[in-house]
């Protein structure tokens, strides 16, 4: 079992749509959670940094952790074609610097 | 802007060759990471470097290596390329310490024949 899971999708919404991209894991020294982005033929771009559990809200972006569970939540409000991208959860426990344990990404297509 | 910059976008390689991929940041980040990226499985690390000439083995080092000798520049290298290192493969760097962002580069598309 990998020690984060993520559903590869590919997730298809129509534009305007609230979109719910998840993640669980298994290790619970996990501290710091990340969503990244990824457009085709590129690099990810950090979109979401969240530290323990709770939730953080930037524009359209709400990042929700729930450490009892061990899961993880990205939501998009109001999608929009330009969202269409692979999503990737990363996560790390608070002693391990930056060496990030990656999900396996979600592709999300948002339709106009 | 950081920007992190990989020498090739794509290669393609014969099984059995020495294959040198370059990164190079212009941020002065102390870390750099290198990656492997395949469908389903996610980025996969496969070292990383927290200083010049100082590395660190990730998940899945067997069949590469890696040097620093410059701060800017983090070079991974296939002493005998195979098949199964056909991949994406992805540079990052980021300050040290712990709360810090990684920053991409493009990726290279490697492909082994």
């Known amino acids: 079992q990998k020690e984060v899971e993520q559903d590869p999708g590919p997730l298809s919404v129509p534009e305007g749509a609230i979109v719910s991209l998840n993640c669980t894991y298994s290790?619970?020294?996990?501290?710091?959670f990340m969503w990244y982005r990824q457009y085709s033929r590129k690099g990810p771009e950090l979109l979401m940094y969240t530290y323990s559990s709770g939730n953080k809200e930037d524009g359209r972006f709400t990042a929700q952790v729930d450490k009892s569970s061990k899961y993880i939540s990205l939501f998009i409000r109001d999608s929009q074609p330009s969202d269409s991208a692979t999503y990737l959860c990363a996560m790390k426990p608070w002693n391990a610097g930056n060496m990030l344990t990656f999900g396996g990404g979600t592709r999300l297509m948002v339709k106009p | 802007d950081v920007k992190v910059t990989q020498s090739s976008r794509y290669l393609v390689k014969r099984t059995g060759e020495k294959v040198f991929l370059e990164c190079v940041q212009d941020m002065d980040h102390e870390n750099m990471f290198w990656y492997r990226q395949d469908p389903g499985l996610g980025l996969r690390l496969i070292y990383f470097?927290?200083?010049?000439?100082?590395?660190e083995k990730g998940d899945i080092p067997e069949g590469y290596s890696v040097s620093r000798e410059k701060k800017e520049r983090f070079s991974l290298i296939l002493e005998s390329a195979s098949t199964n290192q056909t991949s994406m493969y992805l540079c990052a760097s980021s300050l040290g310490g712990v709360n810090t962002e990684a920053f991409f580069g493009q990726g290279t598309r490697l492909t082994v024949v």
């Open positions: 290790n619970s020294a996990f501290q710091y």
């Open positions: 470097s927290y200083d010049v000439k100082m590395k």
